[in-house]
T-cell receptor, first 111, second 111 residues
Framework: NAGVTQTPKFRVLKTGQSMTLLCAQDMNHEYMYWYRQDPGMGLRLIHY???????AKGEVPDGYNVSRLKKQNFLLGLESAAPSQTSVYFC??????????FGPGTRLTVT | QQQVKQSPQSLIVQKGGISIINCAYENTAFDYFPWYQQFPGKGPALLIA?????SEKKEGRFTISFNKSAKQFSLHIMDSQPGDSATYFCAARGDTDKLIFGTGTRLQVFP
């Protein structure tokens, strides 16, 4: 089992460009989450999903959109990237909320 | 209050010593308190978790102590080793499908 995988691992964007981050899990988990991690600020929840076809806003949803068309995939989109979105992005999945399995992360730089 | 306050921000411990990380919360609806461990360049991984009806839980050298009346919980790492050097996050689960994370503690264990 691969667990949780994230694509790409690194990306550099110019301000205003768009991109999609892909998260895939092979554990048949219902819950999936997108977090961003910034120095001194811990893990902040962007959006999450409690099952296929559902999405919900987290703590910092502005500037991001998500989709969960298939149970195993959770996509995070940036429509118009801003320097404030420079961060490390983590995807996680879980069968139980407190037991989340994290991917390796995507390091995004917006110039 | 949907916050979990974590301290200290960083911690330096000698090999063989005890590392102690503290967290506090306000929301009495929180019902599960996990700790996550993150090594540099990796995603966080669940280390140990506790429910509020238990005052202490031990797994190997890692112990969670829980004080329900004070709304505080802490992670103790006994006989700390250089391999324990990582960032540790406490978290809490409320009456929703998500975790609230603390801001993290960077632990360095020197030989």
């Amino acid at each position: 089992n691969a667990g949780v995988t994230q694509t790409p691992k690194f990306r550099v964007l110019k301000t205003g460009q768009s991109m999609t981050l892909l998260c895939a899990q092979d554990m048949n988990h219902e819950y999936m989450y997108w977090y961003r991690q910034d120095p001194g600020m811990g893990l902040r929840l962007i959006h999450y999903s409690v099952g296929e076809g559902t999405t919900a806003k987290g703590e910092v949803p502005d500037g991001y959109n998500v989709s969960r068309l298939k149970k195993q995939n959770f996509l995070l989109g940036l429509e118009s990237a801003a320097p404030s979105q420079t961060s490390v992005y983590f995807c996680a999945s879980s069968a139980r909320v407190h037991e989340q399995y994290f991917g390796p992360g995507t390091r995004l730089t917006v110039t | 209050q949907q916050q979990v306050k974590q301290s200290p921000q960083s911690l330096i411990v000698q090999k063989g010593g005890i590392s102690i990380i503290n967290c506090a919360y306000e929301n009495t609806a929180f019902d599960y308190f996990p700790w996550y461990q993150q090594f540099p360049g990796k995603g966080p991984a669940l280390l140990i978790a506790i429910r509020p009806d238990v005052s202490e839980k031990k797994e190997g050298r890692f112990t969670i102590s829980f004080n329900k009346s004070a709304k505080q919980f802490s992670l103790h790492i006994m006989d700390s080793q250089p391999g324990d050097s990582a960032t540790y996050f406490c978290a809490a689960r409320g009456d929703t499908d998500k975790l609230i994370f603390g801001t993290g503690t960077r632990l360095q264990v020197f030989p």
